[in-house]
């Protein structure tokens, strides 16, 4: 389904649990799109934790463009979407959002207005490769909810420590998390489990 935004048409994927106990709304990277096996694999372990599942193409995409908006439009975008989901097909559900790279620091900048109850973070960008001063942990830090990040254990982009309420799950590959789905999905499965 296509939900208009203040930059454009979004495109939500909607994965709709029988009986839904929470929703999960993810977001892609700047250069991939939903179909990434990382967003597949945390997708599949929502849906058996019996989690409503909302993959969400970020306008620019649905646009053809193949270069990322710039942050604050990617929130402005995100925030549309989500305000739409909670008054629709996510009514009324505990939410949880997230992403992998960029859309996981777009689910932990705006995770507060958001109203999220946690956030999972697939190969959260802690800086650009080869630039550790270009920190930007400081969204990461700024989430005041529980926290997974599965990260992979030769990511250039960086690895986050762990902190109070977040959860550092590290796998074998790099920032395209292809090297053990498997785990990636037991540490989503464990993290939508918990209370």
């Not at 982009?157 to 999905?185: I, Y």
């Amino acid at each position: 389904m296509e939900v208009a935004t203040p930059h454009g048409a979004a495109r939500v994927h909607l994965h709709a649990a029988a009986d839904a106990r929470g929703a999960l709304v993810l977001g892609h990277g700047a250069g991939g799109g939903v179909t990434a096996p990382d967003l597949v694999a945390a997708t599949r372990a929502a849906r058996e934790q019996d989690f409503t599942v909302a993959l969400v193409e970020q306008p620019y995409v649905v646009a053809g463009r193949r270069s990322a908006a710039p942050p604050h439009q990617l929130d402005a975008a995100w925030l549309a979407v989500v305000e739409h989901l909670r008054g629709s097909e996510l009514g009324g559900l505990p939410l949880a959002c997230g992403g992998r790279s960029s859309g996981a620091r777009v689910a932990c900048r705006t995770a507060e207005a958001a109203a999220a109850e946690r956030v999972l973070c697939l190969a959260f960008p802690v800086h650009p490769p080869g630039r550790p001063e270009k920190s930007r942990l400081e969204e990461l830090d700024g989430v005041k909810v529980p926290v997974l990040v599965v990260q992979g254990e030769s990511d250039p982009f960086g690895m986050p420590p762990p902190a109070p309420g977040r959860r550092v799950v590290t796998v074998p590959g790099n920032h395209g998390l292809k090297g053990d789905l498997t785990a990636l999905e037991a540490a989503v499965r464990a993290f939508l489990a918990s209370d």
